[in-house]
Each structure stands twice: as structure tokens, then as C-alpha cells.
């Protein structure tokens, strides 16, 4: 552990499960989803996610192909790849149902 200027701590991992790896299939994909609020769980299907893979999601306000920075909080809490799709849970934190668009990206070692 070490300290910031600021006095922040910042935390170093304690064991690494891999060696840093150069990875060549890497995918990404923009999806948009219906209005929803609260935590929601959603999934995303594609042959080419599988139990290996390391997804990151992203995610906003919007609709469509449109993303956007409004008032509202959206959180991505767990991200889980399986054969042919990820799941993953999103806390929208707004009293009414929002748009949410999700940027993909994940790659197979």
C-alpha cells in the first residue's frame, strides 16, 4: 500500500493469477436496452463470449446508439461471462425508469 499527495491510500494486488498476456481477439459491441430502474439484471448473447472471457462493461444514459451523461447514477455491480453470454447487474439510481445503453468490450485469452 502506498500514499498519494493527497493522502489517499491506493492498494497494490496481492498475488497475480496470470503473467500480463497479449491478447489478439478482442471484440467490442454498443447495445441499448429498455427503461428499467433499481438493480437489474441484464445479459448480452454472443458465440464468441465464453466462461474465459474478460468482459468490460460500460454503461450511460440513452437510447439506441445514443449515450449520454444525465442526473442519474448507473453502476455496473458484477460482470459474469458463460458459454455464449455475460451477465451482469446495474443499479440505476432514479425514481423513474431510464434508457441505458452498454458498451462491450472482452477478449479471449
Do not use: C
Not at 34 to 61: D, M, T, W
Not at 68 to 78: D, H, Y
Amino acid at each position: 500500500m502506498a500514499n498519494t499527495p493527497s493522502g489517499d491510500r491506493v492498494f497494490e494486488p496481492t498475488t497475480e493469477s496470470s503473467a500480463v498476456t497479449q491478447m489478439a481477439d478482442a471484440y467490442h459491441v454498443r447495445a441499448s436496452y429498455a427503461p428499467n430502474r433499481g438493480k437489474v439484471r441484464y445479459r448480452y448473447p454472443s458465440s464468441l463470449i465464453n466462461p474465459q472471457s474478460r468482459v468490460f462493461i460500460s454503461v450511460s444514459e440513452g437510447q439506441g446508439a445514443t449515450k449520454f451523461v444525465g442526473a442519474a447514477s448507473m453502476t455496473v455491480e458484477n460482470v459474469a461471462a458463460g458459454n455464449g453470454e455475460v451477465q451482469f447487474r446495474v443499479f440505476i439510481d432514479w425514481p423513474s425508469n431510464l434508457g441505458m445503453v452498454a458498451d462491450f468490450f472482452w477478449v479471449n485469452p
